[in-house]
């Protein structure tokens, strides 16, 4: 006759829901997986999948019964991983994002907004379209993949039962910083580009007094924005894998030990 003790049955849950918690905090806030888009049962599913194969391959758990207050904190400890880890991700779509809205507000076009599901806000249609891209090329430089890698590697330089160091949230902090940072990198050529155009625009209405800047203006502005979009528009991928590859190393940054 087969018996399972009480310590067994609390050793076997640990090892499914402490890294089951970990998962379904990254998938849940991480770029791709944790769009509003994506099926609640895709996202639950995908992440025990994941945690009952990485389950045999991590530490031992600890000895800490599931439901007890200790429990309780370690599950909370790995929201908090997890939610950190995916955060740092999105930030890449967040600077992409901000590159559309200073686009769209420069080429005067900043009043055509949608619904944005992902945000539960209007945004610029520039800005979504810019996101769409983006979303496009992170899953062509397999992102999603290396995502699925990172949160493998977390469980191996920060175990379970370990927190986050301080130094840790202070550069969660400081890398908040760079979207506004690859935002501007991103959106700086048509920003130049209309900037040029604008001060064209002046001095022709100060030779011409009689043409009318709001009749011209505007077409001039929309067409060479689009123009310079499309590009630029290339040159996209590049600061993505850029961007990703720092994204990932800083990620990984967050959950090693000191």
């Given at each position: 006759?087969?018996?399972?003790?009480?310590?067994?049955?609390?050793?076997?849950?640990?090892?499914?829901?402490?890294?089951?918690?970990?998962l379904l905090a990254l998938i849940a806030s991480a770029p791709?997986?944790?769009?509003?888009?994506?099926?609640?049962?895709?996202?639950?599913?995908?992440?025990?999948?994941?945690?009952?194969?990485?389950?045999?391959?991590?530490?031992?758990?600890?000895?800490?019964?599931?439901?007890?207050?200790?429990?309780?904190?370690?599950?909370?400890?790995?929201?908090?991983i997890g939610s950190a880890m995916g955060f740092t991700m999105?930030?890449?779509?967040?600077?992409?994002?901000?590159?559309?809205?200073?686009?769209?507000?420069?080429?005067?076009?900043?009043?055509?907004?949608?619904?944005?599901?992902?945000?539960?806000?209007?945004?610029?249609?520039?800005?979504?379209?810019?996101?769409?891209?983006?979303?496009?090329?992170?899953?062509?430089?397999?992102?999603?993949?290396?995502?699925?890698?990172?949160?493998?590697?977390?469980?191996?330089?920060?175990?379970?039962?370990?927190?986050?160091?301080?130094?840790?949230?202070?550069?969660?902090?400081?890398?908040?910083?760079?979207?506004?940072?690859?935002?501007?990198?991103?959106?700086?050529?048509?920003?130049?580009?209309?900037?040029?155009?604008?001060?064209?625009?002046?001095?022709?209405?100060?030779?011409?007094?009689?043409?009318?800047?709001?009749?011209?203006?505007?077409?001039?502005?929309?067409?060479?924005?689009?123009?310079?979009?499309?590009?630029?528009?290339?040159?996209?991928?590049?600061?993505?894998?850029?961007?990703?590859?720092d994204v990932l190393a800083t990620s990984l940054k967050l959950?090693?030990?000191?």
């Amino acid at each position: 006759m087969i018996s399972v003790t009480s310590a067994q049955l609390d050793m076997w849950l640990a090892t499914l829901l402490y890294p089951l918690v970990r998962l379904l905090a990254l998938i849940a806030s991480a770029p791709i997986f944790g769009e509003q888009q994506t099926p609640v049962r895709v996202k639950i599913g995908l992440s025990v999948l994941l945690a009952i194969l990485l389950g045999p391959t991590l530490d031992p758990m600890p000895a800490v019964p599931v439901g007890s207050i200790q429990g309780l904190l370690i599950i909370i400890e790995q929201i908090i991983i997890g939610s950190a880890m995916g955060f740092t991700m999105r930030l890449i779509f967040s600077a992409v994002e901000l590159a559309g809205e200073l686009s769209g507000m420069i080429m005067g076009i900043g009043f055509a907004s949608f619904y944005d599901t992902r945000t539960a806000a209007n945004s610029a249609v520039i800005s979504q379209w810019m996101g769409i891209i983006a979303s496009l090329t992170f899953l062509t430089l397999n992102g999603h993949l290396m995502i699925l890698s990172l949160v493998a590697e977390s469980f191996h330089t920060l175990p379970i039962g370990q927190m986050m160091p301080a130094q840790s949230f202070y550069t969660l902090v400081q890398w908040g910083a760079n979207i506004f940072i690859f935002g501007l990198q991103i959106s700086l050529p048509l920003l130049a580009a209309l900037l040029i155009t604008n001060l064209a625009m002046g001095i022709l209405t100060r030779a011409a007094q009689q043409l009318n800047l709001f009749a011209i203006g505007f077409p001039i502005t929309l067409t060479i924005g689009f123009v310079i979009l499309s590009i630029s528009l290339p040159y996209l991928a590049p600061i993505m894998d850029r961007m990703t590859a720092d994204v990932l190393a800083t990620s990984l940054k967050l959950v090693k030990l000191p």
